[in-house]
């Protein structure tokens, strides 16, 4: 079956702009994480989706980010007003219901703010 | 929640020899220990776990092994190749929640570097 697929692979765009970043999870996984990876370096958690519960927001930067899961599947990771800092990979993972399991990771969507 | 150390932030071995990251963690009710690995330009993929009920797991080349007294584990490369270059992750998942829910905390990476 199909991986998590995000989109779109690459995105520059104008500071000040807003984008809308895509996450379509592998079907029937209920978790879903949204990371930022900047040029060589770490995973940087952004939020977390389980099921029906509130989603974990501790890890958004700041209130330009947000993030919504529609339906318990697909995610968009929104951020306002884009800044030249914002710009790195954003990565999207999921994984099953059933604890202790992998976490699937999209390709990521590369993010540059000119 | 779960915060997990991961050193060192880099290393770089000659081909063939062993390499060595090592992970700390702060939950004890922390179970799964997964090890990701992330090639240039890829995503991060599973390369092996541990579970906590295990001390130790072997996969050709790779180990893990883990000290729950201590809160730590650790990743093994041994006769490195220069195709195991990439940057590795290792990581906790916490608390088992109500209808199985987890959430997997990453470590800030690894890069290794092979050199032939």
């Known amino acids: 079956g199909a991986g998590v697929s995000q989109s779109p692979s690459n995105k520059v765009t104008e500071k000040g702009k807003d984008v809308e970043l895509r996450c379509d999870p592998i079907?029937?996984?209920?978790?879903l994480y949204w990371y930022r990876q900047s040029l060589g370096q770490g995973l940087e958690f952004l939020i977390y989706?389980?099921?029906?519960?509130?989603?974990?927001k501790s890890g958004l930067p700041s209130d330009r980010f947000s993030a919504e899961r529609t339906g318990g599947s697909v995610s968009t990771l929104t951020i306002q007003r884009t800044q030249q800092e914002d710009s790195a990979v954003y990565l999207c993972?999921?994984?099953?219901?059933?604890?202790?399991?992998?976490?699937?990771f999209g390709q990521g969507t590369r993010l540059t703010v000119v | 929640g779960e915060n997990v150390e991961q050193h060192p932030s880099t290393l770089s071995v000659q081909e063939g020899d062993s390499a060595v990251i090592k992970c700390t963690y702060s939950?004890?009710?922390?179970?799964?220990f997964p090890w990701y690995k992330q090639e240039l330009g890829k995503r991060p993929q599973l390369i092996i776990d541990?579970?906590?009920?295990?001390g130790e797991k072997k996969d050709q080349r790779i180990a893990v092994t883990l000290n729950k007294t201590a809160k730590h584990f650790s990743l093994h490369i041994t006769e490195t190749q220069p195709e195991d270059s990439a940057v590795y992750f290792c990581a906790a998942s916490d608390t088992l929640r109500a209808g199985g829910y987890q959430k997997v905390t990453f470590g800030t990476g690894t890069k290794l570097q092979v050199i032939p």
């Open positions: 989706f389980q099921g029906n519960s509130a989603p974990d």
């Open positions: 993972a999921s994984s099953p219901t059933a604890a202790n399991t992998e976490a699937f």
């Open positions: 541990i579970r906590s009920n295990v």
């Open positions: 079907s029937g996984h209920t978790a």
């Open positions: 939950d004890s009710a922390s179970n799964y």
